[in-house]
């Protein structure tokens, strides 16, 4: 059974850094992608970033904001989120997925394993 432990979260100003982690257990690299989402209240579910194990993708609304990152030893993702805005904060989750990002990478219905979230509040 795949797990996945989200960590990371909290306050930070605008203009501010955050690295999230995800941790995975029963993951393996080449079969599965690991995606990012975010859930604001009032808001649809959105895709923020995929990898596998030779694709990247981000949103477009990012940006160029976000990073990822991961050591492949630890089977943890990392996702760097510089200049936060007032628009990014929600619960951020990592998900799982067999299959590569070069298609579904922001699909939330094609995840299949899903950690707890971690939230992530912008303010000053």
């Known amino acids: 059974q795949l797990q996945l432990v989200e960590s990371g979260g909290g306050l930070v100003q605008p203009g501010g850094s955050l690295r999230l982690s995800c941790a995975t257990s029963g993951f393996t690299w080449g079969i599965y992608a690991i995606g990012w989402f975010r859930h604001a209240p009032g808001k649809e579910r959105e895709g923020v970033s995929c990898?596998?194990?030779?694709?990247?993708r981000h949103a477009e609304v990012l940006e160029g904001r976000f990073t990822l990152t991961r050591d492949s030893a630890n089977n943890t993702v990392f996702l760097q989120m510089r200049a936060l805005r007032p628009e990014d904060p929600g619960v951020y989750y990592c998900?799982?997925?067999?299959?590569?990002?070069?298609?579904?990478?922001?699909?939330?219905?094609?995840?299949?394993?899903w950690g707890q979230g971690t939230q992530v509040t912008v303010s000053s």
């Open positions: 998900a799982a997925r067999r299959g590569s990002c070069s298609e579904h990478a922001h699909e939330a219905s094609a995840y299949r394993y």
């Open positions: 990898i596998s194990n030779y694709v990247i």
